[in-house]
Structures are given as C-alpha cells and as structure tokens.
C-alpha cells in the first residue's frame, strides 16, 4: 500500500530564516506530488505540483519555491520567511495520468509551520 | 464566483442524527467527486470518491452527484462524536495530465454526546 511522510511535523522559525520541508511517497512511482498551504481556518491553497522529476509549475507567486529531486521526494523550500508563510503544510500524491483512479489525491500529515 | 461552494458551518448536531452536508459547483466539465474528513491539526482523508452522477454507499456515509443540479452531497448515518472534523468536497474534470482539484472550504461538523 502507499504511505506519505511528511516532516518536521512542527517547526517554529525566525522571520527571515531559510526553510525547508521534505514529503516523501513509498508504495507508488510516478506518483504527481502537489504542496498546498491551509491557513487557520481556510480552504486549501494549492501551492506547487509536479508531474515528474525536475518538473514543477506555480500556482501562487510568493517567496517558496519546490523541487523534486526523486521521483517519491518532493522538497519545498524558503530562502527567506515571512510572518504570511505561517500556516499548515500539506503534502499530497495522486496517482499519475492513465492509471485509472481519476484525480483523487491523497494526503500527508501535514507540517504546522509558526514564523515569529 | 468560487468554481466550489461549501457552507463553514459549524453544524452541530446531537450524536445519533444524520448529518447532512453538501457543495455546488459552477463548472459542468467537472466529473469527479470527493469527500475528505480533516480532523483537528492532520490531514485531509478520503472518506469517498464518486464519478459522474448517482449514488455511493459505504457503511455509514452516502454520497450523492447531481450533475444537472451541480449539486453533491454526503450524509452521515448515526453519527458519532468521532464523526467530529472538517469535511472538504473536492472535484475535478476530465484527466488531464496532473489532476488539479478543486476544493470547498470545508464544513464543520460537531456531533454532541
């Protein structure tokens, strides 16, 4: 069966300081992998998604940016906080085009990010 | 105009009741249908996935498509105080290459001992 890691499950940084937050997918390959970002009582926003190695698009401008160096690993990164990049992270894998499960998405635990 | 409408609630109901919680949406082309329960600081998880129009069951949980109403909905049969969480509807079109979905804000659900 496919899982999804995510970490750190918290973390607590400085503005102005680098991030970095890692999701990995096992049981799958060739898996799309997508960020989003869920503000204290909002919706989700979808951040990034990849279909593919070294393949990401944007959905929002903003100071992150992702990358996925593996085909199961997807990376997104600051180099620069600001106090507006606090929220929970998602992580979130569907399968890719053609394998017949629609777009359902599934999702990681999630990594609860405080800028102070 | 949101492409997905979803009422926050909260909707508080009295454990046993059946909960009923819906979305509309604007864009006929979508033919995919989710249901996600969110519980308090975890993930989304998928609680059921429909395509096109009709009826699912699954245990306790039912979830109806509408498309010439687009309108969908989920009901919670003898619901439990662990039925208490967020529940996101979520849709797509037709499979395109990397299935972008779109979601609802999410309702609240409370079940009351």
């Known amino acids: 069966s496919q899982t999804i890691h995510q970490w750190p499950a918290t973390l607590v940084q400085p503005v102005g300081s680098p991030l970095s937050l890692e999701c990995t997918v096992e049981g799958t390959s060739n898996p799309n992998l997508y960020w989003y970002r869920q503000a204290a009582g909002r919706g989700l926003q979808l951040l990034f998604y990849?279909?593919?190695?070294?393949?990401i698009s944007s959905e929002v401008p903003q100071n992150l940016s992702a990358s996925r160096p593996q085909d199961r690993q997807f990376i997104l990164s600051s180099k620069k906080l600001l106090l507006s990049d606090s929220g929970f992270y998602l992580c979130?894998?569907?399968?890719?085009f053609g394998q017949g499960l629609g777009d359902t998405q599934y999702f990681g635990p999630g990594t609860r990010l405080t800028v102070l | 105009q949101k492409e997905v409408e979803q009422d926050p609630g909260p909707l508080s109901v009295p454990e046993g009741a059946i909960v009923s919680l819906n979305c509309t949406y604007s864009n006929s082309a979508f033919q995919y249908f989710m249901w996600y329960r969110q519980y308090s600081r975890k993930g989304p998880e998928l609680l059921m996935y429909t395509y096109s129009s009709g009826n699912k069951e699954d245990g306790r949980f039912t979830a109806q498509v509408d498309k010439s109403s687009k309108y969908i909905s989920l009901f919670i049969r003898d619901s439990q105080p662990s039925d208490s969480a967020t529940y996101l509807c979520?849709?797509?079109?037709?499979?395109?290459?990397?299935?972008?979905?779109?979601f609802g804000a999410g309702t609240q659900v409370v079940v009351t001992p």
């Open positions: 979130a894998w569907s399968a890719s």
């Open positions: 990849s279909v593919g190695i070294g393949q």
């Open positions: 979520a849709m797509s079109g037709a499979t395109d290459s990397w299935g972008k979905l779109q």
